[in-house]
């Protein structure tokens, strides 16, 4: 059996990129887990690997519309996504937010 760095960096790349497929796909199906509860779990959320995509893209001397990186994270327009699966915060969503970032900058 291999470790992950035994692999030569184009394997490296496909299964990255094959992972982060999976990862969208996965959010895809459970469209109840709003963004915010990614952001207090993870610190992360569906706009996070949108911006991350276009960072990328930037990386590499290339360009994308974070919309576009947004339909393409989500799997249709943000805006559609949004009307749709996007929820209002609750208080107690809110707070635990708000609570996780003044860990973050306790920290810092």
């Known amino acids: 059996m291999q470790a992950f760095d035994e692999f030569d ?4 790349t496909e299964l990255e990129a094959a992972a982060f497929r999976r990862l969208l796909a996965h ?3 459970n469209k109840d887990v709003q963004n915010i509860d990614l ?4 610190d992360f959320c ?3 690997l949108s911006k ?3 960072s990328a893209a930037e990386a590499r001397g290339e360009t994308l519309d974070l919309e576009a990186a947004r339909a393409h994270v ?3 327009p943000y805006s559609e996504w949004k009307a ?3 929820g209002e915060a609750t208080p107690e969503q809110l707070a635990a937010l708000e ?3 003044a860990q973050k900058r306790a920290k810092e």
């Open 9 to 12: 960096q184009t394997t490296r």
């Open 46 to 48: 569906r706009n996070c």
């Open 99 to 101: 609570a996780r970032q």
């Open 27 to 29: 959010l895809d199906d």
């Open 74 to 76: 989500y799997g249709m």
């Open 52 to 54: 991350w995509l276009v």
């Open 84 to 86: 749709h699966y996007q």
């Open 39 to 42: 952001m207090i779990l993870a």
